[in-house]
């Protein structure tokens, strides 16, 4: 988790990470990025580098060209990191973070989250019992 923490410090990489986020589900040709971003090439294909590098983008080639595109899974163990840190500690005196893993090479960190809001948008809230003060 250290090497995405580092990748995702330089504020290029990040806005490269939103920009290609806001492409989806399309890829990204790395000259498009070098316009938008107004960098040169050698600078922009040193970045997508570093984040081919730790997960965080995926390539795709055809001919001459490279095509990217945001792979978002690497971005979950950063939530649960952040979320970990919104947790009050009185709560949770000095627990071991344990990232579950139910397939060896399968991030799951994000789905407890993600089953826990598609369950709230299915069954409402209870609502609390009315007081007849009759």
């Not at 060209?65 to 971005?75: S, T």
């Amino acid at each position: 988790m250290d090497d995405i923490f580092s990748v995702l410090a330089e504020p290029i990489r990040r806005e490269i990470l939103v920009r290609l986020r806001n492409a989806a589900p399309n890829d990204l040709a790395v000259g498009d990025l070098v316009s938008t971003l107004g960098l040169s090439q050698p600078n922009v294909s040193k970045h997508l580098k570093a984040l081919r590098d730790s997960g965080l983008v995926s390539v795709r080639e055809e001919g001459q060209r490279r095509f990217y595109r945001l792979n978002p899974e690497p971005l979950a163990s950063v939530e649960g990191w952040v979320l970990g840190m919104n947790d009050r500690k009185e709560a949770f005196p000095s627990r071991p973070v344990v990232t579950p893993r139910i397939l060896k090479d399968v991030d799951v960190t994000g789905i407890g989250r993600a089953v826990g809001r598609f369950a709230a948008s299915i069954f409402p809230p209870p609502r609390p019992p009315r007081s007849d003060s009759r």
